[in-house]
């Protein structure tokens, strides 16, 4: 089946060090994305990528990188200079398409990343 | 800029219960609207969308209606389930077609008891 895969499912990171968090998918989506969330403040954009080679910064980038390579993969390297990398990291991926329809974007189950 | 704003539970509801969950949302131009649920443990998972005025989406006994009047895009189910318990986000997309970014609300939970 299709579908998007986030691994690992949970990451214990230390302070200083640099993490990276792998997304796949296998939809033949055009476009990926990077979200993180807290507790109670919904879904936060980090990064997003319409087309290989091509990223832009979302609403959170600062201490987070990414890159995108290949069409199927999206992984995001959480930083040392993210000061407060504790939540749950969300990748997404959705086609591209024209108007008139809006295609949703659909989600991975998800990485929690801990500070130890 | 953009956002959007949903009731902020978290909910208890007794299964078969009706439910109702708000979201209002300010945007330029003429967004998609959609509701996408989390059970736990798990990434999101489109519920149901929304692309125009008047517009219902339903999907699994729930609806919603694009209400451009209101700029409102409330939840409803007539009878809830012990398996509806999971969080509810309401999200807009912004711009037209083509890969857009989506702006989530904060969230609701919902836990229904048998």
């Known amino acids: 089946d299709g579908g998007i895969t986030q691994s690992p499912k949970y990451l214990f990171r230390k302070e200083g060090q640099n993490v990276t968090l792998s997304c796949e998918q296998n939809?033949?989506?055009?476009?990926m994305y990077w979200y993180r969330q807290d507790p109670g403040q919904g879904l936060r954009l980090i990064y997003y990528?319409?087309?290989?080679?091509?990223?832009q910064k979302g609403d959170i980038a600062e201490g987070y990188s990414v890159s995108r390579e290949k069409k199927e993969s999206f992984p995001l390297t959480v930083t040392s200079a993210q000061k407060n990398p504790t939540a749950f990291y969300l990748c997404?991926?959705?086609?591209?398409?024209?108007?008139?329809?809006?295609?949703?974007?659909?989600f991975g189950d998800g990485t929690r990343l801990s500070i130890l | 800029g953009n956002s959007v704003t949903q009731m902020e539970g978290p909910v208890t509801l007794s299964e078969e219960a009706f439910l109702t969950i708000n979201c209002t949302y300010t945007a330029t131009g003429y967004p998609s609207l959609f509701w996408y649920v989390q059970y736990p443990g798990e990434g999101l998972q489109l519920l149901l969308k929304a692309t125009k005025a008047d517009d219902k989406g339903s999907n699994k006994g729930f609806e919603a209606t694009y209400r451009k009047e209101t700029t409102s895009f409330h939840l409803e189910k007539g009878s809830v389930q012990v398996s509806d318990s999971a969080v509810y986000f309401c999200a807009l997309s912004e711009g037209q077609g083509g890969s857009e970014k989506l702006v989530f609300g904060k969230g609701m939970k919902l836990t229904v008891n048998p």
């Open positions: 997404a991926s959705s086609k591209i398409q024209g108007l008139p329809s809006n295609q949703p974007q659909h």
């Open positions: 990528s319409q087309i290989v080679n091509d990223f």
């Open positions: 939809l033949n989506h055009d476009a």
